[in-house]
């Protein structure tokens, strides 16, 4: 497989600086009309979006997500902290303020399937803003309620992501992925028979 979807997904990675130059606000909505076509359980479409760059809203997002990952790390042990510490992770998120743009993914907690469907609308964002140039990660706070509170979203919406948008800063090397020979198996468990690699 050379297709183009492949090339995205495999140049693709996770950015935590950015550029404080200003996004495209048309790469932003094609990437939200690649969501918008995602599967969903019935057909619910559980996700709702709200464009962030107002810069004292942004502040505001910041130091709620960041009260939650104080109380997080706080918490933390063993291996999951030793990996945090590791890759260099912390409880500041200046991401949240230095992007220029964020994209907040409320989930309708009623719809069926209402998690899995929020996430495969969000994987075609991802691409869809490779293909555009932009970056992201999909940022996930320790403590939800804090920066929805900021939202004044219904009470029927979860927080599932916050994504901050721009031209990545990052010179951080994309993490290695397992191969295919590692994660796929043929009929049952135990068949390691390999499949033809791309």
Do not use: C
Request: charged fraction near 30%; aromatic fraction near 8%; proline fraction near 8%.
């Amino acid at each position: 497989m050379t297709g183009s979807i492949l090339k995205l997904a495999t140049s693709r990675k996770t950015a935590r600086k950015f550029s404080s130059a200003p996004v495209p606000m048309e790469a932003v909505i094609g990437a939200l009309e690649a969501a918008r076509q995602a599967p969903s359980g019935a057909n619910r479409q559980p996700w709702r979006f709200i464009l962030v760059d107002d810069p004292e809203l942004k502040g505001r997002i910041r130091r709620a997500s960041e009260r939650g990952e104080r109380e997080m790390y706080e918490k933390v042990t063993g291996e999951f902290r030793e990996w945090l510490l590791g890759h260099g992770l912390s409880q500041r998120k200046p991401f949240l303020e230095e992007a220029p743009l964020l994209v907040v993914v409320l989930m309708d907690r009623s719809a069926p399937y209402a998690k899995e469907s929020v996430w495969v609308a969000i994987g075609f964002i991802l691409l869809a803003l490779e293909e555009s140039g932009l970056s992201t990660l999909p940022y996930t706070p320790s403590n939800t309620r804090y920066p929805l509170d900021e939202l004044d979203a219904p009470p029927e919406y979860a927080l599932e992501a916050i994504l901050p948008i721009g031209y990545s800063e990052d010179k951080k090397q994309k993490e290695t992925k397992l191969s295919l020979d590692e994660i796929v198996r043929r009929n049952k468990w135990g068949d390691r028979r390999v499949y033809p690699h791309p």
